[in-house]
């Protein structure tokens, strides 16, 4: 009989364990079908405390953290691997927080929130958490979130909040679920139970500098970069934008050819099609803002707007002095002029939005910058004009 319960112990033993390697296997193919896989490698490359989550996953699970991630909260990476980022929450989080993160999940938004999170030893401290979506740059599909902690200072606090603690604390039990499907977050709950309260009363609302929220920006940015980098070996290219292209009309060879001899940094955006879509980009806006043609076409001009971008010059104005943004986050003083576009019938078919980098150094031949400009479009009224009358302006399939 002990024999046979010693059996039934070591099959019960191996079991687990596989089922362990299983879940194991299932997060890391997470990254590397979609990335290669010397994409984990890179990520441990990268400095910033961050996780990927997979919201395909059951129990939306975290499939990657970051070495920096591991200093900042003391969990190890295999303590969060396959646990739902709520391990980080605790008696004190803010519910109002917490809604405002599960929104920006739902509707697959970046969204920036200072939050109040527990380290591994119950202690908690107050970070600028930074959500970011990943999607497949093609079809515009969910693919990942990001999400950045950076450390807030803790000499700055906000005004608190009287006689919101028990309230909090009451609501924080509702969170003591876990998810059957990964057995390795069978105590993902308990962050939610029973916390230790020491310094609840003295843990007033931090608020993150500017400087704080641009680091978080530009770490993210550096991130979904690597991923794109890394998701060209498969094939499959992802985007930190939502960029989807399905029903924009591809334009002629003719007309591509035309535009694609113009110098110029500039786009060409759809007028008739809901939230005017990039329908083609020129090289030279490629090399300015470093966005691949697969991840622009589809997108709306916004892609380039940052945290001090200027919306009101936007609406107010055809020719504009703003900040714009690259891929990788880095800013610059953008000389802008947008016009439209108008085809044989005196219609208006496209709008034409120029860009130049007024940090740059430019050989204009003798002209100013805003002349320069003017000539792009000028160039772009010729080809579309011609082209429109005999009906060449999209591939015939279209």
């Known amino acids: ?45 990268l400095p910033g ?19 920096g991630l591991a200093a900042l909260t003391g969990y190890a990476r295999r303590e969060v691997l396959g646990r739902n980022a709520r391990v980080f929450q605790g008696a004190a989080t803010d519910r109002a927080a917490v809604a405002g993160v599960r929104e920006a999940v739902r509707a697959q938004r970046a969204h920036q929130v200072a939050i109040l999170n527990y380290r ?76 230790d309260k020491r310094g609840l009363e003295s843990e007033e609302p931090r608020v993150a500098t500017e400087s704080e ?36 009309p591809a334009l002629s060879s003719s007309l591509n050819l035309s535009l694609g001899r113009i110098k110029q940094s500039f786009v060409l955006t759809h ?11 020129s090289d030279a806006f490629v090399s300015l803002t470093g966005f691949s043609r697969e991840e622009i076409l589809g997108c709306n001009c ?34 802008l002029h947008v016009s439209p576009i108008r085809d044989a019938s005196g219609k208006v078919a496209f709008h034409i939005w120029v860009h130049l980098d007024m940090g740059a150094k430019h050989d204009f031949n003798g002209l100013t910058p805003e002349v320069w400009q003017l000539g792009a479009v000028g ?9 429109s009358a005999s009906g060449s302006l999209l591939r015939p399939s279209q």
């Open 1 to 45: 009989m002990a024999s046979s319960g010693a059996a039934e112990a070591d099959t019960g033993e191996r079991d687990r364990e596989q089922q362990q390697h299983e879940d194991r296997r299932r997060l890391a193919s997470s990254l590397t079908a979609r990335y290669s896989d010397w994409v984990l490698e890179a990520l441990d490359e």
């Open 49 to 67: 405390s961050f996780l990927l989550t997979d919201p395909a996953l059951a129990g939306h699970p975290i499939v990657y953290a970051s070495r």
């Open 120 to 195: 591994r030893d119950g202690s908690p401290h107050w970070v600028l958490l930074h959500l970011a979506p990943v999607f497949h740059a093609r079809d515009g599909r969910l693919l990942h979130f990001l999400a950045v902690q950076v450390s807030i200072d803790a000499k700055r606090r906000a005004t608190p909040c009287r006689g919101a603690t028990g309230a909090v604390l009451a609501a924080c039990r509702e969170e003591a679920r876990v998810d059957e499907d990964f057995p390795c977050a069978s105590h993902a709950g308990k962050v939610f139970v029973d916390m």
């Open 213 to 248: 929220k641009e680091k978080a920006i530009s770490t993210a940015n550096s991130i979904v970069s690597a991923l794109n980098r890394y998701s060209k070996l498969t094939g499959l290219v992802v985007s930190g934008k939502r960029c989807d292209s399905v029903g924009i």
């Open 271 to 281: 007028s008739c099609l809901p939230d005017m879509p990039i329908i083609y980009a």
């Open 302 to 335: 916004r892609v380039l707007n940052g945290p001090h971008t200027s919306l009101e010059v936007l609406e107010e104005a055809c020719t504009v002095d703003l900040l714009s943004y690259r891929k990788d986050g880095s800013s610059f003083h953008d000389l």
């Open 379 to 387: 160039a772009v009224r010729v080809a579309v004009r011609g082209l």
